[in-house]
């Protein structure tokens, strides 16, 4: 046999070896270079702002805009009830800032895809700070408006179970405002659904409600807050 066809052939094998060996690892890092790619980082501590004002759902997120008071999309606000409970800004296996009940759900009365839960002010499960919703979180403020060309982030919970709850932000432009929606380029996955898009001052433009999830898509889309929505949502946070 060839010399140079048994060499090439074993550091094939031992390339092979290696990523069976040391699965995880590589794994982890494919999966770091891969978010690089895509403006997606990893937050590591998610009890700082504006982390900590960020809350899972099995399967999606929302955040904190008041008092006892998170929004999220009705096409996840539908699969949940008063009793349900919500977790504030967990972060693996690292902990969480605890778990509280859904006392309330409030959906927009227009087409537009937002909702706005009250939850129980005091745990299910503590928080590093307490049994108290408020003193674990803390919420955003609305911006005053966006434009086209804005640099923003989203942060949130993309694929929550096979990502271990892990909390991601990524980052982009806004594209588009037409009316009550709002285009955006910043990556996004399932999961990432209620996640908020904050501007540079990590003010609170709008919620994300879908998208493709190709890199550098036109096309991921947010409910633009406009004054009609912020005034629905005024009402609706607790005093």
Excluded: C
């Excluded at 380029?185 to 904050?198: K, Q, T």
């Amino acid at each position: 046999m060839n010399k140079n066809i048994v060499i090439k052939s074993m550091a094939a094998l031992a390339i092979l070896t290696s990523v069976t060996g040391i699965n995880a690892a590589v794994v982890d890092e494919t999966q770091q270079i891969a978010n690089a790619e895509k403006n997606v980082t990893q937050v590591k501590d998610t009890n700082v702002f504006p982390y900590n004002g960020v809350v899972s759902f099995k399967d999606a997120t929302g955040f904190v805009i008041g008092k006892n008071t998170i929004i999220t999309n009705k096409h996840v606000s539908k699969d949940y009830k008063v009793g349900d409970r919500i977790t504030a800004h967990p972060n693996g296996d690292k902990g969480n800032g605890g778990i509280y009940k859904i006392k309330n759900i409030s959906d927009y009365p227009g087409n537009e895809d937002i909702s706005v839960m009250n939850v129980e002010e005091q745990a299910v499960e503590r928080g590093p700070n307490g049994y108290n919703f408020n003193e674990n979180v803390q919420a955003f403020k609305f911006a005053k408006d966006a434009k086209v060309n804005d640099k923003i982030k989203v942060i949130g919970y993309p694929l929550p179970a096979q990502n271990t709850f892990k909390q991601f932000e990524s980052t982009g432009t806004v594209k588009s405002i037409k009316d009550n929606n709002l285009n955006f380029d910043a990556y996004i996955e399932p999961g990432n659904s209620g996640s908020p898009v904050l501007n540079s001052n990590n003010e609170v433009v709008g919620v994300v409600y879908g998208g493709i999830g190709k890199i550098g898509s036109e096309y991921n889309g947010a409910v633009y807050f406009t004054p009609q929505i912020k005034e629905f949502i005024q009402k609706h946070i607790e005093q």
